[in-house]
């Protein structure tokens, strides 16, 4: 059996970051769901000061993870984490945003 891949979806497979990522999702993923629980939403006027405040908290929670890594690409792995979890916080955003009215 063969799997067609898009050149974007190879890309992926083939990035260190996103490989960082994968090897790690669980322990990334609770580092997500910390920082949702710990983010008060109503406090952000914006979305953007929102994202920028929430990678900075969820990279905050992976440092056990990454700090004696003399080459880690931090900005590398943020722009993995944002392709991956976009939609999650712009929908946690706007929903409790909501409820702040």
Known sequence: MKIIITESQYKR???PNY??????YKKVKDAF????NFMDVCTY???EHYERRFMFLMMDELHPEYYLMDNF???GIKEV?????????????????????
């Open 45 to 47: 006027d914006s979305f």
């Open 81 to 101: 984490l944002v392709d991956l979890f976009y939609t999650d916080i712009t929908e946690h955003y706007y929903d409790a945003k909501e409820k702040c009215l």
């Open 19 to 24: 490989i960082w990522v994968l090897r790690r």
């Open 33 to 36: 769901d910390e920082t949702v």
């Open 73 to 75: 690409d931090y900005e």
């Open 13 to 15: 497979l083939t990035d």
